[in-house]
């Protein structure tokens, strides 16, 4: 599809606007992009991964993992029918999901790979996706963010005066996120999501967030980005320590236990790479042939048309990036503050967007290549039905919160 698209606008390029290098620039990219997918991702991984995966096997011998199972199961049997309550993937999607609420994107990955093959061991079309899978990914593509430590550090590097206040009206968004992916994936797999079940632990969630936020209207922009960055990391921490603590309470031979789960990081690496290539290369050739600039110099002057307040549309490209690849997207993020600065409605708009919403097809193309599906069913239009549910509401907060 982006090959395809790519080839396309750059024939228009060549022969309509005699842009005689776009060629040389999709093929430049080819190679780039398969460096990039090898070395700055795949390498790297592998290795968090042989510490995560490991760390994860001690607290799945050590019962800690299955303790998180049955505290969440009355709210996953729901999301989630085909995993029995019992399942330890229960406890990997708990855990998963908070370091991805946490922004602690390093420990999310391997943490979701593990997860998503226990879901495969559940599955009985090994190459087919299940619902319990295609609602994991959805919910992971959706960008849950508590804390965007990240994008708050970036603020303050380019010289936001609050790096903070992107925080409420980022949670805001993000949320509304989230609740489309579970609208939309419960609506597809007929799933009953209007019971008291689900609805009290969304309320739950609400008010846990509601509560988030006016803790941290209390704080300066400082002691926010200190409470954010350092409680996220604490919380990490601490979790890794009971796993070892637990263990060895039990007896487990803790090193032993580490080893066994770290054995298959390695070997998850490698087999995700032909997936992660292609997608990788495909995206870098859409952005290399010019594509993304015209669609959104199209989507311009359309909304131009009926609303003479169209700065939204010069963060768009950071928005219509993340789906594809979140070092692009950051980097349109980066672009777009030191173009318009921090402060400006496009900055902030910006990293809205780099924080409602996850990197759909690379998410895709990692989990679902880590255990062989290669029939995704609706997983993409979830994914992307979720990102522009956060799309959405973060132009809305974005009016809102400011102007």
Not at 28 to 43: G, Q, R
Not at 199 to 204: A, D, T
Request: hydrophobic share 55%.
């Amino acid at each position: 599809m982006f090959f395809i698209a790519a080839m396309v606008v750059a024939m228009i390029q060549f022969f309509i606007f005699q842009d005689f290098n776009v060629f040389e620039r999709i093929v430049s990219s080819t190679f780039e992009m398969s460096k990039f997918a090898v070395m700055d991702i795949a390498l790297p991984l592998g290795g968090v991964m042989i510490l995560w995966l490991g760390l994860m096997n001690i607290g799945e011998k050590a019962g800690a993992i299955n303790f998180l199972s049955r505290i969440i199961a009355p709210f996953f049997s729901k999301l989630f029918p085909e995993i029995p309550a019992s399942h330890p993937a229960n406890g990997q999607l708990v855990m998963n999901f908070a370091a991805n609420m946490l922004g602690l994107d390093n420990a999310a990955t391997p943490i979701g790979l593990k997860a998503m093959n226990s879901l495969q061991e559940l599955n009985p079309q090994k190459e087919v996706a299940s619902h319990a899978q295609i609602m994991f990914l959805a919910l992971n593509t959706s960008g849950l963010t508590i804390i965007p430590v990240t994008i708050m550090a970036q603020r303050a590097i380019m010289g936001a005066s609050n790096p903070t206040d992107i925080f409420v009206p980022l949670l805001i968004s993000t949320f509304f996120s989230t609740i489309t992916a579970i609208l939309y994936v419960g609506i597809r797999q007929k799933l009953n999501i209007w019971n008291r079940v689900v609805i009290g632990w969304i309320l739950g969630l609400a008010i846990f967030i509601l509560l988030l936020v006016y803790g941290f209207s209390l704080l300066d922009s400082k002691t926010a980005y200190l409470v954010s960055k350092i409680g996220g990391n604490f919380l990490l921490l601490s979790i890794v320590m009971i796993f070892i603590v637990v263990g060895a309470y039990k007896r487990i031979n803790v090193y032993e236990a580490f080893i066994d789960g770290a054995k298959t990081g390695f070997e998850t690496s490698i087999k995700i790479l032909p997936y992660l290539v292609g997608m990788l290369v495909g995206i870098g050739v859409f952005r290399a042939s010019g594509a993304m600039d015209l669609f959104v110099s199209l989507l311009q002057n359309i909304f131009s048309l009926f609303t003479a307040d169209v700065r939204f549309v010069d963060s768009l490209p950071t928005a219509l990036m993340k789906p594809l690849s979140g070092s692009g997207a950051k980097a349109m993020m980066v672009e777009a503050m030191k173009t318009y600065g921090a402060d400006s409605f496009v900055g902030r708009l910006s990293c809205m967007f780099q924080g409602s919403a996850d990197t759909t097809f690379y998410i895709i193309a990692l989990y679902f290549g880590s255990v062989g599906i290669k029939k995704t069913r609706y997983a993409v239009t979830a994914g992307l039905v979720a990102d522009f549910g956060g799309i959405i509401a973060a132009i809305l907060v974005a009016y809102l919160f400011f102007g």
